[in-house]
DNA sequence: CTATTTTGCGCAATCGTTTGCGCTTTTACT
DNA sequence: AGTAAAAGCGCAAACGATTGCGCAAAATAG
């Protein structure tokens, strides 16, 4: 099982690399090829076990059938699973995946960039880390390009994201409704955008029922345990305690659920605790986590969608100002 | 910024192409193309910002500096966290990974593979599913495969698994040690050779202990929170309640810790519990849960390290006869 | 039985790089 | 000055597939 190419098969059966290929190709009735060549050639083929070169395929095409999807950190819960949804939504469709994990470096990111662009590949999802779309707009003229779960303020980029403003003051109103006043938000690195929009909901969403007593105070400044725990700890010993906390993220909420239980503190009774992203596990913590899920399916099914239709409809260049918002949803646990 | 191709660089420069490859691919010098000749190129590439097409490079060379990569189920985080580390690795030494989720089935396996043969990848590291290694050892002729996590019994090819023997042997011994008597160990999938050899080996270290009064029972079939459940609430209701689990996944964890926790029984003091991979949460749950963890990263680096060593040792033909079993650890929680 | 159409297929260029070989022009040496 | 060696670069053939164009043979028409 050496090498099997088109010349083989022409040498073996005695037609031209022209027929064969378009045999293979399933172009065999458009070209009119016999019927009984195009069973010839096909039986011939499979006893070589022929396998067709993508690379050469590609390079004559100039379509590799290639997206590149570029997530901060594969080994987290949120990215792979929204990985998994979009791979196996590109595998229906015919496509294959290269992944890059660029540990939340832009530096990374662009290196990432760079290859799939010297690779061929038909579109890129990126998750963007850093704030400098300009690049990425260069990109986007040439091959397709949508940011998922991330997006830049004043870009033409398209992207599908979660709604975190809404989020944000959805998760806050329920705390609310549940009769808490004195809360906390811990957020995560302050300059991403979905960050700064769940802020923006959470702060809204106070200042909006600041009549009814509601007080509202932030702290922290990255998606880890560490900043979940120490300002949690802070916050808890000090003159002040809120009597609900809302964790922008599940490490977050982790180094929260860790600071609470060393105090000997009980959820809810001496602290509510709210937490964005879903995950199997807040089902299992004592008690179960409330938490805002974002639509993970949603909007790998629409990265998905979009950026096949922009490969497809590619008329010389490449078109596609969507930008989309999905808005997440609340699943109750008892912790609050 | 059309396309920018040797030729491009070629005409504006007046060399020829192949001096322009040269100089671009770092050959200036072993080909004794001058040095003034060598900037002047190099300025006109970066000018132009040419990207070298990688696609064509790999048809010629025959190398696409790409690894194929085959899970089951790159939602699970024991497979997420294991494909972080192995992507990482690749990309530090120059290559970039495809990824396929084969979501359990061995026809997507198959397929997976083929694609892969035919993107002309150097190297495939799959997670086998099913148990026919026959089509894989076919391809290994031509292109490394190693086997990582799972493996096959009769088998030429090379893996980097765990040694689920010794850690469904220490889990269990621990459990003895401990005190525990009557034990129940709740499986997964009985084909699959990880968790027949933790079975293997937890059959093994209660029967070396049986003097000591250890009585072992076996439930289950198959890696998910309902089997964990299920046979949980069937064993803890019946006359016969076991007094420690060996969960032989964190899914199946789960499972088991929901059924208990319904039947408000207490851990470990009604019934010791101890799980099979690591997961950061378990530390979280109400008690840490005591578990094996695999050795991932050590996986990870082998079986990188060994392929990168196949392909470019390749003289002709693939050897790589290594078949690695690695010693889990155990990580003590509360539960037992 | 000739003229036209249809059928069935092959030629050769092309995609962008790499690379073995060889051709000039310098430079060095005696 | 004459010759040999070295320096600097280009030709053209790959790699394996696709595809516009066109040619011969067979089928149909007239």
Redesign the interface.
Known sequence: ??KDTLLTISERTGYSVSTVSRVLSGQGPKYRIAQKTIDYITEVARSCNY??????H??RTNR?N?IGLIVP???N?FF??L??II??QF?MRGY??????T?ESET?EVQAV??Y????VDGIIVVPVGNSPGYLE?IA??IPVVLIDRYFEDTTLPYVCTDNYSGGYMATEYLINKGYRKLMAVQGVRTSMPNRERMRGFLQAASDHSASGVRKRTAGDSFSVENGYKETMAAMTSGDRPDAIFAFSTTIL?GV??AVKELGLRIPEDVALISFDN???LD???PAITRIEQPLHTIGEIATDSIIRMIESEDGHVSGQFQILIRPSLIEGRSC
Chains 1, 2 share one sequence.
Not at 51 to 56: F, G, Y
Not at 117 to 120: F, G, N, Y
Request: hydrophobic share 35%; no cysteine; charged share 20%.
């Open positions: 099982m050496k396998t067709p070169n993508l690379i050469a590609s390079l590799t290639t950190n594969i080994d819960p792979s699973t990985a998994a791979i196996n595998k294959t995946l290269l992944l890059t994990d540990m990374n760079n290859t662009v010297s690779r061929q260069d003229g040439s982790l659920i860790k995950n199997r596990f299992y913590l004592d």
